[in-house]
């Protein structure tokens, strides 16, 4: 049986404005639960590269059913941070026939 991990998924919260009328963002991390983890392609490795300037790592596939925002967020496993790029491509639920529906990319957070 295939099985994920938990990773830290870093939610941002808008918690009023400074005195120069900017948002005042906080930072909480929060537990995900059953996330793939598995190493970028080669070809995914150049095609990301050529379309963000990035270069992708890991991609993460994250289960059905999870409303959490994945685009441009940083996360932690393997005891680092990356960060994720691009937007999530998502499969129909019900037409996929595992937990899992949504795939992102990460790369190193520096």
């Not at 918690?15 to 995900?32: A, H, K, L, M, Y």
């Not at 095609?47 to 409303?67: F, S, W």
């Not at 994945?70 to 691009?86: A, D, I, P, Y």
Request: hydrophobic share 40%; with cysteine.
């Amino acid at each position: 049986m295939i099985n994920g991990i938990t990773i830290q998924l870093c939610e941002i919260t808008e918690g009023g404005t400074d005195e120069f009328n900017r948002p005042i963002e906080s930072e909480q991390w929060i537990d995900v639960a059953d996330v793939l983890v598995a190493p970028a392609s080669s070809d995914e490795i150049v095609n990301n590269n050529e379309l963000y300037g990035r270069k992708a790592v890991y991609t993460l596939g994250i289960p059905k059913g999870d409303a959490h925002n994945w685009e441009n967020t940083k996360v932690r496993f393997f005891g680092e941070t990356w960060l994720t790029f691009g937007l999530p491509t998502e499969g129909i639920e019900a037409m996929i026939p595992l937990r899992w529906n949504k795939k992102v990319m990460v790369c190193r957070y520096e």
